[in-house]
């Protein structure tokens, strides 16, 4: 069995209001996409780290290589022009045997613990997938608003907040990528969901941030600090 960290980084830094794309940018002077790629590392269970970023930033990421002495060994993969093609890429790119493992994590969430990653890797090698899910973390009250123009209250106790990595069989995952891009695939569980599969939930971690916007920065900086101080 093959274990692979599927690390999907393709932001342009748009709304992050940076000069450099964010997955660059430095979280406590080590830009986030290595702070991301250590954390797998630390888990220990990874075989192979495949990191997909857009054509015209692979430049810029050896060049960042090089300035940090960052030599941690890693495919790159050209992605695409949305994540549901970057993620197909780098399957793609994979030599893939029954009983391979993939985890398709976000480049900006560089806060994930490795002992949630073996974790996930753990359920998935039972269940087939596991997908981490936290409790929505707000008190507001939330309504869905119906094609009518009628609204209804949603119970928020019910509702989960999405995270990665999310890990699957990999020939289950490669797959189910074998299709054309459906609006409705938010993100690859909902892939491998619409290929017949069942998503199995693990407990996530809200700290386990996706810098976004410039706030996050600074919120990623306290969380790694009290990490740190652990």
Known sequence: ????????????????????????????????????????????????????????????????CRKHSFNMPHQVVVGGDSRFQSVKNGLAAMTIEPGDLVAVHDGVRPLVLPCDIKMAFEAAAEHGSAVPMAHFPYSDSLRQMLPDGSTHPIDRGSLRVVLTPQVF?????????????????????TVYEAAGHAIHPVEGNLDNLKITRAADLARAEAILKQQQND
């Open 1 to 64: 069995m093959k274990v692979t960290a599927l690390i999907v980084a393709g932001g342009s830094g748009t709304r992050f209001g940076a000069a450099v794309p964010k997955q660059f940018v430095e979280l406590c002077g080590i830009p986030v996409l290595m702070r991301t790629m250590v954390r797998f590392e630390q888990s220990g269970v990874c075989d192979r780290i495949i990191v997909v970023l857009p054509a015209d930033q692979i430049g810029q990421w050896q060049e960042l």
């Open 169 to 189: 069989d990999a020939v289950a995952l490669s797959k189910a990528y074998e299709v054309p891009f459906d609006p409705r695939f938010t993100d690859d569980a």
